[in-house]
């Protein structure tokens, strides 16, 4: 098959996640070609014959105060599809991507068969969506597609209540690549980050208000007083300063590393005893599954598809939003049971492996495209 991406280039999940899809679909064979404004972040390194990029080009004019990248990338979209003879245009996160699918598809007006397929990732159906200036262009971009797809059955319920959408929605579930995403024994980091053997607790997120990156640092705190134990903050963005600023007035900033973006997740969760996601909002928790993957129990709040992929009391612990009492609790539980915490480590490994690795969910996105471009009424969808 040949196949468009297009998501969020940056940092971000829904980019890791369709940016991993992507590399897995071409060494199965299949052409990709990436459609965004930037290189996605995951594609830096290595090279493959299967798999293209195609920028979007953002020209500015004074006249234009705001960018116009939906129908830049729908430009895109038709280039590369008649061009290439693409058969999907699967796109990542519905704003504006399912905008701009959509204008393409009318644009080439019957010449070419290209389906295109939308998945939901999470604040673009929670949050941005619902905005009054965007939902009636969102719940028509997703009703337009010929697919759709959400990363938990959380979001599924979610879409169709918000938005009043009874289209069918599939619900594929993020992946991790288990044999990347594994502990590696003996951490240099682990070394580096707490050379007298203290517990070392991380947390990895974008530092927005939903993260809730200030519970993190109050479960933190509590653990302190029971023993000594560093925490480890990964990524930026707009709550970083002020929690630096509560990690001094709460007398714990030498405990505390914020090591902003980072490539090698790895290497730091391989030197991990906890991985804590107290967010306020979380449709599914890429970031708690690369942790289950390296043998890292998680304590999470209770929202969204966090329960979806924690089994509380198995691989971690759930609590109520904001009970940062209740979370220290079981950290310290699991903190200071060394059975405990290897049962839940080994449980979260394979609950990973079993049931979001990599090759396991790509045979689901796969059938759906496969499903999309069966021939109707016997006709095949060949490319025009
Ligand atoms: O919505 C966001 O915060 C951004 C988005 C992203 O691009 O990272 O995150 C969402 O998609 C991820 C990948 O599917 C999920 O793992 C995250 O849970 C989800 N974030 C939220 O729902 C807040």
Not at 164 to 171: M, P, R, T
Not at 205 to 222: G, L, Q
Not at 300 to 320: D, K, M, Q, R, W
Request: proline letters at 4%; hydrophobic letters at 40%.
């Amino acid at each position: 098959m040949k196949i468009g991406i297009t998501c969020y280039p940056t940092y971000g999940g829904s980019g890791v996640v369709a940016t991993e899809l992507g590399k897995a679909l071409a060494k199965r064979g299949h052409q990709v070609h990436f459609i965004s404004y930037a290189l996605p972040s995951r594609l830096h390194s290595g090279f493959d014959t299967n798999i293209f990029y195609h920028e979007v080009e953002m020209s500015s004019y004074p006249l234009f105060e705001f960018p116009l990248y939906t129908p830049a990338l729908a430009s895109k979209m038709v280039e590369v599809t008649k061009f290439e003879k693409l058969d999907l245009l699967h796109v990542h996160y519905a704003i504006p991507h399912a905008i701009s699918a959509f204008l393409a598809k009318q644009m080439m007006n019957g010449s070419s068969n290209v389906r295109t397929i939308t998945t939901l990732h999470g604040t673009d159906i929670t949050l941005v969506g619902l905005e009054p200036s965007f939902l009636s262009v969102m719940k028509f971009s997703i009703e337009q597609s010929d697919a759709v797809t959400a990363v938990s059955r959380f979001l599924k319920e979610k879409t169709a209540t918000n938005y009043g959408i009874d289209k069918k929605i599939e619900v594929i579930p993020n992946f991790v690549d288990v044999k990347t995403f594994r502990r590696m024994p003996n951490s240099a980091f682990r070394k580096r980050i707490a050379p007298n053997g203290e517990k070392v607790i991380v947390h990895t997120s974008n530092f927005r208000t939903v993260k809730r990156v200030p519970d993190v640092i109050r479960v933190f705190k509590n653990i302190l007083e029971k023993m000594s134990a560093k925490l480890v903050l990964v990524g930026d963005g707009p709550d970083r300063s002020n929690s630096e600023l509560l990690c001094r007035e709460l007398g714990i900033f030498q405990d505390v590393k914020f090591l902003g973006k980072q490539e090698d997740l790895v290497e730091i969760l391989s030197a991990a005893d906890l991985f804590l996601i107290p967010s306020q909002s979380e449709s599914f928790g890429l970031s708690a599954l690369e942790a289950m993957a390296c043998e890292v129990p998680v304590i999470s709040s209770s929202v969204g598809g966090l329960p979806e992929l924690i089994v509380h009391g198995e691989t971690g612990f759930i609590a109520e939003i904001g009970d940062v009492e209740r979370m220290a609790k079981y950290a310290i539980d699991l903190l200071t049971n060394e059975t405990k915490h290897a049962i839940f480590a080994k449980a979260g490994r394979e609950r990973a492996v079993n049931n979001f690795n990599t090759d396991y969910i790509v045979d689901q996105y796969e059938k759906v495209y496969e499903q999309l471009l069966q021939p109707k009424n016997g006709v095949p969808l060949a490319q025009k």
